[in-house]
């Protein structure tokens, strides 16, 4: 099989409406995932709004939970919560304001959900098509500066 066609499949497998699943912000929920490497993707409103690729799904599951963590929290608290009182921008070393947490974990809970596939070989290449194809309006992937390619 070439690689391309292996990529469509996992793809294909990934993003599977199947395969989507609510998330819960709990150690409990985070633990359900493999310790194994894999990619993920969130969805909202029917829509890819993130795909990422890591060494350990669980363990990325379990940055879901903390805005220092995840790239997808701190960007979803400055582009919903901006305007509420008391914000205070995330960093990678500090959380929103708890009043400001609870609103992302709220959303979250209520609008994301995530699939996630094990994959061992072509994480990156898979993470970068499907990146590719998310509309920038509603991507909540932060870093674009990758040089993406797509063989359409």
């Not at 959900?113 to 990146?131: D, N, Q, T």
Request: net charge positive; hydrophobic share 35%; charged share 30%.
């Amino acid at each position: 099989m070439d690689a391309e066609k292996y990529l469509h499949l996992l793809k294909e497998k990934l993003l599977n409406p199947s395969n989507f699943k609510p998330i819960l912000i709990a150690r409990s929920w985070a633990k359900t995932a493999p310790e194994a490497a894999g990619v993920y993707a969130l969805k909202e409103n029917g829509n890819i709004v993130y795909v990422g690729e890591t060494g350990n799904l669980q363990g990325r599951m379990y940055d879901l939970l903390d805005s220092r963590q995840h790239t997808v929290r701190r960007t979803i608290g400055e582009r919903l919560f901006v305007n509420i009182g008391g914000f205070e921008k995330a960093t990678t070393r500090k959380k929103f304001p708890i009043h400001i947490e609870e609103l992302v974990n709220d959303h979250i809970c209520v609008k994301l959900s995530v699939a996630y596939i094990e994959v061992s070989l072509g994480r990156k290449e898979l993470e970068e098509l499907i990146e590719g194809e998310i509309e920038k309006n509603i991507k909540l992937n932060k870093r674009s500066k990758r040089k993406l390619t797509s063989k359409n």
